[in-house]
Nanobody, 126 residues
Framework: VQLQASGGGLVQPGGSLRLSCSASGFKSRYYLIGWFRQAPGKQREGVSCISSSDTDGSTYVVDSVKGRFTVSRDDAKNTVYLQMNNLRPEDTAVYYC??????????????????WGQGTLVTVSS
């Protein structure tokens, strides 16, 4: 079981990035996927979650990114995306994806996240 986050980079305030969370070793459609971020000197923060496609595929985003970030999945590509628009300097962080590896699970996970991918750095700066 592996998750790999990618797509980070340097972007100016107001810009956009799309992060990808690619799964290997399992079919991600059957599991919820969460996005987290950790800014320098701060605790890790949950950003978004998408339920398994076997439930209702419902999504959740934290209030601080609501209206700017959107989570989606492409089951054919075994990938979950985090579309980030209107980025702000305070969005600067390492972004991670994770799963609870419980089949058919919906957000939020009841047993916590079990597998974590390596992060991708997002820097929002002019």
């Amino acid at each position: 079981v592996q998750l790999q986050a990618s797509g980070g980079g340097l972007v100016q305030p107001g810009g956009s990035l799309r992060l990808s969370c690619s799964a290997s070793g399992f079919k991600s459609r059957y599991y919820l996927i969460g996005w987290f971020r950790q800014a320098p000197g701060k605790q890790r923060e949950g950003v978004s979650c998408i339920s398994s496609s076997d439930t209702d595929g419902s999504t959740y985003v934290v209030d601080s990114v609501k209206g700017r970030f959107t989570v989606s999945r492409d089951d054919a590509k075994n990938t979950v995306y985090l579309q980030m628009n209107n980025l702000r300097p305070e969005d600067t962080a390492v972004y991670y994806c994770a799963t609870d590896m419980i089949p058919g699970s919906g957000c939020p996970p009841t047993a916590g996240y079990r597998y974590w991918g390596q992060g991708t750095l997002v820097t929002v700066s002019s």
